[in-house]
Nanobody, 125 residues
Framework: QVQLVESGGGLVQAGGSLRLSCAAS????????MGWFRQAPGKEREFVAT???????????SYVDSVKGRFTISRDNAKNAVYLQMNSLKPEDTAVYYC???????????????WGQGTQVTVSS
């Protein structure tokens, strides 16, 4: 059982930055693919970014088009943590952000097994 705890959300003005963190409880964290998803009020949960485990060639990453060039996902297996650096934030980025762990690199939330409780990100215009 992997427990995930997100932090770093908050209120920021448009154009600002936030860095979300997700701490995992499991020592085998490095074996999991990690993802960030978000859910805005009245909308379905949406894929944001995903990162593979780190191999000799580094990690593979993938982003939803709307955040490419603004968001960066990274992980630190020594700290059992994954991060989402969010720059140039827009009001439409407002949502609850969730981190998730799973066995494959995917933008499909059904492929993820473990989920955090979420952290609120609010971007004011």
């Amino acid at each position: 059982q992997v427990q995930l705890v997100e932090s770093g959300g908050g209120l920021v003005q448009a154009g600002g930055s936030l860095r979300l963190s997700c701490a995992a409880s499991e020592r085998t964290f490095s074996n999991y693919y990690m993802g960030w998803f978000r859910q805005a009020p009245g909308k379905e949960r949406e894929f944001v970014a995903t990162i593979s485990w780190s191999g000799s060639r580094g990690s593979r990453v993938s982003y939803v088009d709307s955040v490419k060039g603004r968001f960066t996902i990274s992980r630190d297996n020594a700290k059992n943590a994954v991060y989402l650096q969010m720059n140039s934030l827009k009001p439409e980025d407002t949502a609850v952000y969730y981190c998730a762990a799973g066995p494959v690199l995917s933008d499909d939330d059904r492929k993820y097994i473990y989920w955090g409780q979420g952290t609120q990100v609010t971007v004011s215009s």
